[in-house]
Nanobody, 118 residues
Framework: QGHPEESGGGLVQPGGSLNLSCVAS????????MAWYRQNPGSQRELVAS???????TYADSVKGRFAISRDNDKKMVWLQMTNLRPEDTAVYYC????????????WGQGTQVIVSS
């Protein structure tokens, strides 16, 4: 099983927006709860947003109202639309199955770096 391919990160000013994309593989994608995680060096990985196969979403309190997660089961893709970005959103963002429902299914990918700075 290949790891998800994350993309869309970059350098953005506070208040700006980014749209992260994740392409997964395999035939099981459509039944997995999927999630975006983020992590900074020396810190624990943090669950940012999760989406169930049917589309129900949950968010960390720190991103509610600013981030939106979506998915397309046919394309095996997950997106994270991020708006009103803050310096504390700076991290490497990863796509993975939602670990609240079991162990990770995919190998962890390289992630995509988001830097929010003026």
């Amino acid at each position: 099983q290949g790891h998800p391919e994350e993309s869309g990160g970059g350098l953005v000013q506070p208040g700006g927006s980014l749209n992260l994309s994740c392409v997964a593989s395999g035939n099981m994608f459509s039944i997995f709860p999927m999630a975006w995680y983020r992590q900074n060096p020396g810190s624990q990985r943090e669950l940012v947003a999760s989406i169930l196969p049917g589309g129900t979403t949950t968010y960390a309190d720190s991103v509610k109202g600013r981030f939106a997660i979506s998915r397309d089961n046919d394309k095996k893709m997950v997106w994270l639309q991020m708006t009103n970005l803050r310096p504390e959103d700076t991290a490497v963002y990863y796509c993975q199955t939602d670990l609240n429902y079991g162990s990770e299914w995919y190998p962890w990918g390289q992630g995509t770096q988001v830097i929010v700075s003026s």
